[in-house]
């Protein structure tokens, strides 16, 4: 099962706008840590937390309050395994943001592309070598023909000449 609680993509805003990784105290709780806004949101963009929130808001009864710690909680605590392909689970003590997730799986995606186009470009030479190899025989077998027939007309030149 798949809840948003656990997912490294779990972001916050602060105040100024920048999104933050969502705090332990804030997946575990609900309550802020410092100045940042109260709506949870998806880095990913896969699930709408904020229509979820707002929704467990009006669910729970707590509009009008100046914190809804519940709402938060009730919304981290959804199923999510339908919709999202992308949950990463967040271990706190490694301070890695969804940011620098995305970036890991971009590098290791990227070393998988190059190391798929050097198996390509590996089969691709042993191809060339191969036609090097026919065309290196074929090229021999001409020379040992020509030089056979060669042979053969200087010799009956030679006959030819010594009547």
Known sequence: ???CRECG???VHDLSGKSVPASKRYRDSGLRTGPTMETPFCWKGICDLQSDFR???KALGSE???SHPESVLHTLELDRSP???SHFVKIHGYETTAQEYDEMEQA???RMQRDLDRINQRIESQGYRKDDRQFSTKQLAISIA???IITVLAVLL????SK
Do not use: E, H, N, P
């Open 1 to 3: 099962m798949v809840k």
């Open 9 to 11: 993509f779990l972001q």
């Open 55 to 57: 929704a467990s808001i």
């Open 64 to 66: 009008g309050q100046s």
């Open 83 to 85: 919709d999202c392909d």
């Open 108 to 110: 290791r995606l990227d």
């Open 146 to 148: 020509a030089s056979f």
């Open 158 to 161: 030679g006959a030819w000449l």
